[in-house]
């Protein structure tokens, strides 16, 4: 289930309802179930992580990752850009992100639990069944072919109420990105539980969410990347649940998921529940 907040604007006659994904819809996060916590900071990065097993992304195999506390995973090498540059970008650059933007997280909120970035890789047979459970069926219902998918490894960043550049904890973000591979398919989710900043306060451009293959060519960005608007993902989607978003990234090709998993990432299916229609 998904939370509901309802918001009501004076726009003619129409009352817009936005909806979200809850952290109960999350994948499990934090020290409680053994993440690891970046410290308090602005452009580190960690890694390389190494991953016990493949991980297939643009027609690549990998065995390390890097996470940014900017707001992505990397897997050549760690990227430190605060700004996000424009898809495509080279220089062996390939990252995927789900708000790439300057994440800052030295302010205090005077709740510990704030401004934390984390993460976790998770191998099949440690005792995390539900963990794949949830993954196999997040594949099976919104990519309706991959019938006999298997996952053998897992992979979890979560932004948890982060703030920006320069310690700024007015507005909070809250978004995690998950990975699911076999060694042969690999997919990525990005949910989104609140986004209240588009970017940082010094005037760059606003975030942006995508893949890039690192060659200066391929290259995918979800809609609204690079302006204001792109706080709205958290009621939009591309498989009908507001603030998920479902892709294939093994390929050259990025596939989004849902109905149409072949779907260009330009067209993505804009959700926007109000009276009169949808």
């Not at 310690?167 to 989710?189: G, K, P, W």
Request: overall charge negative; proline content about 5%.
């Amino acid at each position: 289930m998904f939370q509901i907040v309802l918001i009501f604007l004076l726009v003619g006659q129409h009352i817009y309802v936005q909806a979200n994904q809850s952290l109960d819809d999350f994948f499990p996060f934090g020290l409680e179930v053994g993440d690891t916590k970046m410290r308090p900071n602005d452009d580190e990065s960690h890694g390389p992580i190494p991953l016990p097993l493949i991980f297939p992304y643009f027609d690549n195999n990998h065995r390390q990752i890097y996470q940014a506390n900017n707001g992505l995973f990397s897997f050549l090498n760690a990227i430190p850009t605060y700004n996000p540059i424009e898809f495509p970008i080279g220089n062996n650059e390939r990252l995927l992100t789900p708000f790439w933007s300057d994440i800052d997280t030295r302010g205090n909120t005077n709740n510990l639990s704030d401004n934390s970035v984390y993460h976790h890789v998770y191998r099949r047979n440690q005792n995390h069944s539900e963990i794949f459970d949830k993954a196999e069926r997040f594949v099976r219902e919104y990519f309706p072919r991959e019938t006999t998918f298997d996952p053998l490894m897992i992979i979890t960043g979560t932004w948890y109420r982060v703030g920006y550049y320069s310690a700024y904890v007015d507005r909070l973000n809250t978004f995690q990105m998950v990975l699911v591979t076999d060694e042969i398919r690999s997919f990525a989710f990005f949910l989104y539980n609140d986004l209240q900043w588009a970017s940082q306060s010094s005037g760059g451009p606003y975030a942006q969410a995508g893949f890039n293959a690192g060659d200066g060519v391929i290259s995918k960005m979800l809609k609204y990347s690079r302006t204001e608007n792109i706080t709205l993902l958290v009621n939009e989607s591309n498989v009908n649940v507001p603030g998920l978003f479902a892709f294939r990234i093994d390929t050259a090709n990025i596939e989004a998921g849902g109905c149409n998993e072949h779907e260009s990432l330009n067209h993505l299916p804009i959700r926007g529940s109000q009276i009169g229609g949808t």
